[in-house]
């Protein structure tokens, strides 16, 4: 009776122990205080000009046409998410990113048409979104995007007698098209959305598949090693100069919006 009163708590255990810890976790989750993290959010405000909105946020009609699917970050991991924002924010001058962002809207996942989304953006309203998993950009991980992906598209639409999509073009091989266009890819699917890229991809002047879609996601893919330079950047500038010839424009249209940006191995300023 004794082995069988031991197995029976064991088994009870086994059931009921998991059912505590996910109830300990669901309280956590919907009563964190946000003293933890809202003072945080308030000095990004306060230092950066721009909402961040972690909660209580609608999302553009065209979103909804492509299906959006979305889920907000966890209250309890806010004050790490608002730690990245800041160091990603931190990287450009004082009262730049307000010029051209009003809100960033900060999530923990984001679908489009079926597809998982790192960030996107709605030019009228002037906001970024953004996944909290690409957020913190120090180098180190060659798919992180930071915000720096998101605002280069700003930048693009505020200055489009800066940043000359024919100059750009002319940097790419004889004969390349872009696959959707120099617009939106609406018809993106998963097996082009590749971050990292290979010496196919760097030989003929661009960081990743991805940026073979559209004129735009190649500028996007630059931004985000020159806002945020990756560590094997200068390795990459010095074995294939169409990289280094993209990098090297890239940097003096941001130098003229006032973005002064240090690049390195073959990309020197033109």
Not at 31 to 48: L, T
Not at 78 to 95: I, K, N, T, W
Not at 116 to 128: H, M, N, S
Request: hydrophobic fraction near 45%; proline fraction near 6%.
């Amino acid at each position: 009776m004794a082995l069988h009163r031991r197995i029976a708590m064991i088994c009870l255990a086994v059931l009921v122990v998991p059912l505590l810890a996910w109830s300990v976790f669901q309280l956590a989750v919907r009563y964190w205080p946000p003293s933890h993290w809202r003072p945080a959010q308030a000095d990004i405000e306060a230092r950066h000009g721009v909402r961040v909105l972690l909660e209580d946020f609608d999302l553009p009609d065209s979103f909804r046409r492509q299906h959006a699917r979305y889920r907000p970050t966890l209250p309890f991991e806010r004050a790490s998410v608002l730690a990245s924002l800041s160091m990603d924010l931190s990287r450009y001058p004082e009262g730049f990113v307000s010029r051209y962002v009003d809100s960033i809207v900060v999530l923990r996942s984001l679908e489009l048409n079926g597809l998982a989304y790192g960030g996107t953006y709605d030019a009228p309203a002037r906001r970024i979104y953004i996944v909290a998993g690409w957020l913190g950009d120090d180098g180190s991980r060659d798919e992180a995007m930071g915000i720096h992906h998101e605002l280069s598209s700003l930048l693009m639409k505020a200055h489009p007698d800066i940043f000359d999509p024919a100059a750009w073009a002319a940097l790419n091989p004889a004969g390349f098209a872009y696959r959707f266009g120099r617009s939106g890819a609406d018809n993106l699917a998963s097996g082009q959305t590749d971050l990292v890229g290979g010496p196919g991809t760097w030989a003929d002047g661009f960081l990743c598949q991805y940026g073979e879609l559209t004129l735009e996601d190649d500028i996007n893919t630059f931004a985000q090693y020159l806002v945020a330079p990756k560590n094997r950047w200068p390795e990459l500038a010095d074995r294939y100069p169409g990289l280094a010839a993209k990098m090297s424009l890239l940097a003096s249209w941001y130098r003229r919006v006032g973005f002064q940006a240090t690049v390195v191995g073959r990309a020197s300023s033109p």
